[in-house]
């Protein structure tokens, strides 16, 4: 069954630093992976969307990278912020074909210290 | 402004009661589903539904019913709730179709539900 892996530890980093998230994934080859960010509490918000033939996404200060052959996508936030601080998750369409379903990673959560 | 909207937002019960919790949204989305996130297991699929009229069993769908009789609501709901179905529940929407990948998932607020 297709798995997906993200760091289950916190990653705290210090502010203006680069703060580089791993979704790591096994059996599967997803036509492509999302990125969210979910804050306590709360529902989780879309952030960027990329395809197998992209290798790089970019939007504002947030950078997708998505190596199929390494079945692994990196999620980079530059000049980090207090703000950023949240849990961020991936998610890669369902092996179950054209049931619209996504599997979430347990996500990562990113503290950025100031 | 698009929005996928929940109520209640917190919900405390005992065993056995009904309930339901609400889900409308916005965005003449075709495709909604429900989450349900405890710690250790992240989001896990309780049922979604692609139209009006036609729903399917996600992956932990056992104590759960949903009904989708207009395209903007998709309540669900607990015919017998058991303590192990206290958790923080999430009705999503997206443009999915089949076919066609554009399925980026607007989430609600979400509704903390105990049950006792």
């Known amino acids: 069954s297709q798995k997906i892996e993200q760091n289950s530890e916190a990653l705290n980093i210090q502010e203006g630093k680069t703060a580089t998230l791993t979704c790591n994934y096994t059996?599967?080859?997803?036509?492509?992976l999302q990125w969210y960010r979910q804050d306590p509490g709360r529902g989780p918000v879309f952030l960027l969307l990329?395809?197998?033939?992209?290798k790089e996404k970019r939007k504002e200060r947030l950078k997708v990278t998505f190596d199929t052959t390494l079945k692994q996508s990196l999620f980079h936030i530059t000049a980090s912020q207090p703000a950023d601080s949240a849990t961020y998750l991936c998610?890669?369409?369902?092996?179950?074909?054209?049931?619209?379903?996504?599997?979430f990673g347990q996500g990562t959560t990113l503290q950025v210290k100031p | 402004e698009a929005q996928v909207t929940q109520n209640p937002r917190y919900l405390i019960t005992v065993t056995g009661k009904k309930l339901t919790v609400t889900c409308s949204q916005n965005?003449?989305?075709?495709?909604m589903s429900w989450y349900r996130q405890d710690p250790g297991l992240g989001l896990r699929q309780i049922y979604y539904?692609?139209?009006?009229?036609?729903?399917d069993k996600g992956d932990v769908p056992e104590g759960y019913k949903v009904s989708r009789k207009e395209k903007r609501n998709f309540p669900l709901i607990l015919e017998s709730p058991s303590p192990n179905q206290t958790s923080l529940y999430f009705c999503?929407?997206?443009?999915?179709?089949?076919?066609?990948?554009?399925?980026?998932?607007?989430f609600g607020p979400g509704t903390r539900l105990t049950v006792l």
């Open positions: 999503a929407s997206s443009s999915y179709s089949p076919g066609v990948n554009t399925d980026t998932q607007y």
């Open positions: 059996n599967y080859s997803p036509a492509y």
């Open positions: 990329i395809r197998e033939n992209e």
């Open positions: 998610a890669l369409p369902s092996l179950s074909s054209n049931t619209g379903k996504l599997i």
């Open positions: 965005m003449n989305h075709e495709y």
């Open positions: 539904s692609m139209n009006v009229e036609v729903t």
